[in-house]
């Protein structure tokens, strides 16, 4: 499903976010992607959503080489891909209905559609009953939820995650990683760039880790307990 090949990343100024990573995740696979805070996780993710572009290297995406996608190309490709953030990025003005709904409008889903697959959604994530509620008026973990609503509501083969537990304790941590957990067990491929190692040590899955650019480790998560 993704696959790098000695990818490097150079920032005008001279800083090499990235340097000669390779690595290759399988379709249906779910792993975590780990490192100090500067280590070069996000980066990684905004190469693979085409926010950013390679300085070396190929990033290829469901067999495709994305080093050669056209600007005008970009949006079609992030069909493919479901991204969640720390922050959530939801739209306060907006309903939680009206902010999953937003991707669906934007690829020009009719309306019918639209409402039946907003519902199914939120129904996963637990939060069909505030379909008409503002975000605002949302906990933090339910707004994390309708984060993740939007970025499945398109039934992506790939979810990306960058650092979604980060605002959040460690019970609430541990609902929205099964929701990830739930997603992949129907066949998304999910990648997730977390810090939380005490939490993805509880966890069974493929471990990739990043320091100072460069992958020192593609192993488990219970390398961290091995380690300990």
Same mark, same amino acid.
């Given at each position: 499903? #993704?696959?790098?090949?000695?990818?490097?990343?150079?920032?005008?100024?001279? !800083?090499?976010?990235?340097?000669?990573?390779?690595?290759?995740?399988?379709?249906?696979?779910?792993?975590?992607?780990?490192?100090? =805070?500067?280590?070069?996780?996000?980066?990684?993710?905004?190469?693979?959503?085409?926010?950013?572009?390679?300085?070396?290297? /190929?990033?290829?995406?469901?067999?495709? &080489?994305?080093?050669?996608?056209?600007?005008? /190309? #970009?949006?079609?490709?992030?069909?493919?891909? *479901?991204?969640?953030?720390?922050? !959530?990025? +939801? +739209?306060?003005?907006?309903?939680?209905?009206?902010?999953?709904?937003?991707?669906? %409008? %934007?690829?020009?889903? $009719?309306? =019918?559609?639209? *409402?039946?697959?907003?519902?199914?959604?939120?129904?996963?994530?637990?939060?069909?009953?505030? /379909?008409?509620?503002?975000? #605002?008026?949302?906990?933090?973990?339910?707004?994390?939820?309708?984060?993740?609503?939007?970025?499945?509501?398109?039934?992506?083969?790939?979810?990306?995650?960058?650092?979604?537990?980060? &605002?959040?304790? $460690?019970?609430? =941590?541990?609902?929205?990683?099964?929701?990830?957990?739930?997603?992949? !067990?129907?066949?998304?491929?999910?990648?997730?760039? @977390? !810090?939380?190692?005490?939490?993805?040590?509880?966890?069974?899955?493929?471990?990739? @880790?990043?320091?100072?650019?460069?992958?020192?480790?593609?192993?488990?998560?219970?390398?961290? &307990? &091995?380690?300990?």
């Amino acid at each position: 499903m #993704i696959k790098l090949v000695n990818i490097s990343k150079r920032y005008p100024g001279g !800083h090499e976010a990235l340097s000669n990573v390779t690595c290759h995740l399988q379709a249906g696979e779910m792993a975590f992607l780990t490192g100090h =805070s500067g280590a070069g996780k996000s980066t990684l993710l905004k190469l693979i959503t085409l926010i950013e572009r390679t300085t070396r290297g /190929e990033v290829v995406l469901d067999g495709e &080489n994305l080093s050669r996608v056209r600007r005008r /190309e #970009i949006p079609f490709v992030r069909r493919k891909i *479901g991204m969640v953030f720390q922050d !959530h990025n +939801l +739209l306060n003005d907006k309903t939680v209905f009206d902010n999953v709904a937003l991707p669906l %409008i %934007i690829s020009g889903i $009719p309306p =019918s559609e639209t *409402g039946r697959r907003v519902r199914a959604a939120l129904d996963k994530v637990g939060l069909l009953r505030k /379909e008409k509620q503002f975000p #605002i008026t949302l906990s933090t973990g339910e707004q994390q939820r309708v984060g993740i609503a939007r970025a499945v509501v398109n039934r992506p083969p790939l979810l990306l995650a960058d650092e979604p537990t980060g &605002n959040l304790d $460690p019970a609430l =941590s541990r609902e929205i990683m099964g929701l990830f957990e739930a997603f992949n !067990h129907i066949g998304t491929t999910v990648l997730i760039a @977390t !810090h939380d190692l005490g939490l993805i040590s509880q966890l069974q899955y493929r471990l990739f @880790t990043l320091h100072e650019g460069r992958l020192i480790a593609d192993g488990t998560t219970q390398d961290l &307990n &091995n380690a300990a």
